[in-house]
C-alpha cells in the first residue's frame, strides 16, 4: 500500500477512529435512556479509561468492518461500514490499477454514506489524477425487496433497517464535507436493474459491489463486467458474509461458460481478483509529471535558456537523456523534428547521431524554418503541422528508410496536435518512435492557453484508437513516473 499521510488521515476520519470516544458515549447515554443503567457523569466524562474493554471492542469492530455488538443498530456515526482492512484493501487496489496503468473509471454499486468513495476520490486527488470519474450507483432509498429466490431468506428494506438507507442529499454532503464534490464524481440514483445500463463509463478500471442481495449482484455483473478493462479490478464486499453474493458471482461466470477468476481476501467477508487478459498497453490515465510545483518553476526557465553551441536548444535536460537513449536503442535511418524553432536541437540531434557512427539525416520542419543554420547533415523544410502528410509527400519523406524517430515540438494546441497524431499515425509504420513534446504545459498551467495542449489530444486520440500508439513506459519513467517533459508521449508505432 502506498504510503500517504492524506489517505491514512483520510481513512481515519471516514472510519470515526479519531471520535470512538464520542460513539461509545452515544452508546452509553442510550442505554441510559433506556434505563438500562443510571447515568454516572464520570463515566460518560472519561468513558475510554471507564469502559476500557467496551472501548477496545468497538475499536476491534470498527478495524474489521462489523457493527458494535453485530447490531445494525449500532450504526454510529462513520462514513463507511467495511472497516480498516476492507478500507485498506480498497486503497491497493487503486494501487494496483494506477501502477499496471488500467484504463477506466471508478465505480461503486451501494454505497451506503459513500466512505468507500470517497476514499477513491481522495486517491485520484492525492495523485493529481483528474481524467477518471468516481460512479456511485445507489438507490439512495435503502435495500430493494428481491425476488428472487436465493434472496428469500433476506429482508433488507428500510422499513426492517432504515439505517441502511442513506439519501443522495446526505452522501452530497458527506462529500463536500471532506472537499472532494467536484465534476468527477456523479451519482447513480434508482434499483440497479433500471439505472446501471445508463453508466455514464464505457471503461471501468475498478468496480465495486456492494449491493447485498442475489438480484442486486447479478444485475450489477450483467450490466457492468464487460465494461471492466482486462487486469481491472473487481472487489466483492459480502462475499464471505452473504452467501446469495457468491452463489450470484458463481452462477454469472457459469453462465459465461468460464470459471470465476482467483479470489484474494481483505478480510472475513469482502475478496477482489482481476479481471483476465492484458491491459491495454497504451492508455495511462495520470498525465501528471514528477516535476514537483517549486522546482518546475526554475527548471523551466533553465530549460527555456539553455542553449546548445551558442544556439537556443529548448530541451529539458532530462528529455535530452531519454533522447539519447532512445536513439542508441533505436539507431533511427531517420530523424524528423516537427517545430524547428532557433535549429538548436536539430544541431543537437546531429551531432549526437554522428557521435554515435550514425549517418542518419535529421529532417526539421517549421512554417518558418530557421535562416542561417547551414549544416550537411540537416535539412530545414518548410511545412505545416496540419498539412504533414501533403509536406512528406512533396519533401519525398515517405520513402525516407527506417525506422524513424519523429519528435513533435511545434504548436502545442489541442488541434496542432490532434492532427500530427492522426496524420503521422497513418505516415508512421511499426517499429518507428514518436515523441509529442510538452504535456508538461499542464503542470506549468499553461493548458488553458494551448486549448488543452498535447495531454488533452492524446487522451482523446488513445480513446478513439487505442492500438496505434504503444506508450514505453521504461523511458517515461525512467527517472521517475513522467520525468519528462513529453508525459505519456514517448510512443511505438504498433
Request: with cysteine; charged share 25%; net charge negative.
Amino acid at each position: 500500500m502506498s504510503v500517504s499521510p492524506y489517505l491514512d488521515l483520510l481513512k481515519r476520519c471516514l472510519l470515526n477512529e479519531i471520535y470512538l470516544d464520542d460513539e461509545l458515549r452515544l452508546l452509553y447515554l442510550r442505554r441510559c435512556l433506556a434505563g438500562e443503567e443510571a447515568f454516572d457523569f464520570a463515566v460518560y466524562h472519561n468513558i475510554r479509561t471507564a469502559r476500557a474493554e467496551e472501548y477496545a471492542k468497538l475499536c476491534n469492530a470498527r478495524a474489521i468492518g462489523q457493527f458494535y455488538d453485530r447490531n445494525i443498530h449500532n450504526a454510529g456515526f462513520s462514513h463507511t461500514m467495511i472497516g480498516r482492512q476492507r478500507l485498506d484493501g480498497l486503497h491497493d487496489c487503486l494501487d494496483v490499477i494506477l501502477a499496471e496503468g488500467i484504463p477506466g473509471d471508478l465505480m461503486e454499486c451501494g454505497v451506503w454514506r459513500g466512505g468507500a468513495c470517497v476514499l477513491m476520490a481522495g486517491f485520484l486527488k492525492d495523485h493529481g489524477i483528474t481524467d477518471r470519474k468516481v460512479i456511485l450507483a445507489d438507490s439512495f432509498d435503502g435495500v430493494p425487496p428481491s425476488s428472487m429466490q436465493p434472496d428469500a431468506h433476506l429482508r433488507l428494506d428500510k422499513s426492517v433497517f432504515p439505517e441502511l438507507a442513506v439519501s443522495l442529499e446526505e452522501v452530497k454532503t458527506n462529500f463536500e464535507l471532506y472537499g472532494l464534490l467536484s465534476h468527477q464524481v456523479h451519482f447513480l440514483k434508482g434499483w440497479f436493474k433500471e439505472t446501471l445500463q445508463k453508466t455514464p463509463s464505457a471503461h471501468l478500471a475498478l468496480l465495486r459491489l456492494d449491493g447485498d442481495l442475489y438480484e442486486s449482484t447479478m444485475d450489477a455483473l450483467i450490466a457492468l463486467y464487460d465494461r471492466v478493462s482486462p487486469g481491472g479490478v473487481v472487489i466483492i464486499d459480502d462475499w464471505g458474509v452473504l452467501p446469495p453474493c457468491r452463489q450470484a458471482v458463481e452462477d454469472y461466470f457459469a453462465g459465461r461458460d468460464e470459471v470465476v477468476p482467483e479470489v484474494q481476501a481483505m478480510d472475513w467477508s469482502g475478496v477482489w481478483f482481476k479481471k483476465p487478459g492484458k491491459p491495454a498497453n497504451v492508455e495511462r490515465r495520470s498525465y501528471q509529471t514528477a516535476f514537483p510545483a517549486p522546482f518546475l518553476k526554475g527548471y523551466q526557465a533553465g530549460t527555456l535558456g539553455y542553449t546548445y553551441r551558442g544556439v537556443p536548444c529548448l530541451k529539458s535536460p532530462i528529455d535530452l537523456a531519454l533522447y539519447a537513449k532512445a536513439i542508441w536503442e533505436l539507431k533511427p535511418a531517420t530523424l524528423i523534428e516537427i517545430g524547428s524553432k532557433a535549429g538548436g536541437s536539430a544541431l543537437w540531434f546531429a551531432d549526437l547521431l554522428q557521435s554515435y557512427g550514425l549517418e542518419t539525416p535529421v529532417y526539421s520542419i517549421d512554417l518558418q524554418p530557421p535562416q542561417g543554420l547551414d549544416d550537411p547533415r540537416i535539412r530545414f523544410l518548410t511545412g505545416d503541422v496540419n498539412a504533414l502528410a501533403a509536406v512528406f509527400s512533396e519533401q519525398g519523406l515517405i520513402e525516407a528508410p527506417r525506422p524513424w524517430l519523429v519528435t513533435e515540438d511545434s504548436a502545442h494546441t489541442h488541434q496542432a496536435c490532434r492532427a500530427a497524431l492522426a496524420q503521422l499515425a497513418e505516415l508512421m509504420q511499426t517499429g518507428d518512435l514518436l515523441v509529442m513534446e510538452d504535456g508538461v504545459l499542464d503542470d506549468l498551467g499553461l493548458s488553458e492557453r494551448y486549448d488543452g495542449g498535447p495531454n488533452r489530444a492524446l487522451q482523446a486520440f488513445f480513446s478513439e484508437h487505442p492500438d496505434v500508439f504503444r506508450v514505453d513506459r521504461a523511458l517515461c519513467d525512467l527517472f521517475g513516473r513522467n520525468a519528462t517533459y513529453a508525459p505519456n508521449a514517448w510512443l511505438w508505432k504498433s
